[in-house]
C-alpha cells in the first residue's frame, strides 16, 4: 500500500512563498506521478499541478501559472509545490494524490491514494 504525506502548509501573507513537499512510502504496480489538488470550503476538489515521474512532464492550472512549479525527486519519492506570490484565493487544503493512470490527467478518478492534506492559508 502507499502512504503520501503533505508537509509545509501555514498560514502566511499575501505575496510570500512556501513549499509543500509530499512523500511517499510503499509502492504500486501504476505509480506514474503526483498531482497536487486543494480544496478550499465548499468547493470542489480541483488539480493544481500534475508531474509524471518518467521524464517530469508537468501540468498547472491557469490559476496557478508562473507562480507555481512543481517538481520531483525520484530517488527520495517526493514531489514538492512551489509556491511563489502567493494570493488569499490560494487558501485551501492541498492534498498529494498518486496517479494510477498512464497519461497526465486532471480527474480525481485517475488518481487512486491521497494524503491527509495539509492547510494554506493566505491573508491579505
Known amino acids: 500500500q502507499v502512504q503520501l504525506v503533505e508537509s509545509g502548509g501555514r498560514l502566511v501573507q499575501a505575496g510570500a512563498s512556501l513549499r509543500l513537499s509530499c512523500a511517499t512510502s510503499?509502492?504500486?504496480?501504476?505509480?506514474?506521478?503526483r498531482g497536487w489538488f486543494r480544496q478550499a470550503p465548499g468547493q470542489e476538489r480541483d488539480l493544481v499541478a500534475g508531474i509524471s515521474w518518467h521524464g517530469g512532464e508537468t501540468y498547472y492550472a491557469d490559476s496557478v501559472k508562473g507562480r507555481f512549479t512543481i517538481s520531483r525527486d525520484n530517488a527520495q519519492n517526493t514531489v514538492y509545490l512551489q509556491m511563489n506570490n502567493l494570493k488569499p484565493e490560494d487558501t485551501a487544503v492541498y492534498y498529494c494524490?498518486?496517479?494510477?493512470?498512464?497519461?497526465?490527467?486532471?480527474?480525481?478518478?485517475?488518481?487512486?491514494?491521497w494524503g491527509q492534506g495539509t492547510q494554506v492559508t493566505v491573508s491579505s
Open positions: 494524490a498518486s496517479r494510477q493512470r498512464f497519461p497526465m490527467s486532471q480527474s480525481a478518478v485517475a488518481y487512486a491514494y
Open positions: 510503499g509502492r504500486t504496480l501504476s505509480d506514474y506521478g
